[in-house]
């Protein structure tokens, strides 16, 4: 498994980004998928996931500005992020979580960086 992301860079407040994750390795049985994000000094926290049936869940935080989806083989998942603001700017993970196991899997991270 090899969960590798793109899209991330540098916006200004109030701007839209949109990262994609796709596992570019050996496929997995998918429990869930999502974007964990960390700042400087921070802890990694979730901002939204979404299981294999297709339950959405968003941080609060991102709540109404962020959307989570995938493509139709449930292989890519996206995250849409709008009106960000300087507290989104973080390195976003791509996690994944498989059915046979109970550690997950984790992408490199893209780094997001929202300033004027």
């Known amino acids: 498994v090899q969960l590798v992301e793109s899209g991330g860079g540098l916006v200004q407040p109030g701007g839209s980004l949109r990262l994609s994750c796709t596992n570019a390795?050996?496929?997995?049985?998918?429990?869930?998928m999502g974007w964990y994000r960390q700042a400087p000094g921070k802890q990694r926290e979730l901002v939204a996931s979404?299981?294999?049936?297709?339950?959405?869940t968003y941080a609060e935080a991102v709540k109404g500005r962020f959307t989570i989806s995938r493509d139709n083989a449930k292989t890519t998942i996206f995250l849409q992020m709008n009106s960000l603001k300087v507290d989104d700017t973080a390195v976003y993970f791509c996690q994944g979580v498989s059915l046979l196991q109970q550690n997950p899997y984790w992408g490199q991270g893209t780094q997001v960086t929202v300033s004027s």
């Open positions: 390795g050996t496929p997995f049985r998918i429990s869930s």
């Open positions: 979404i299981t294999f049936n297709g339950i959405e």
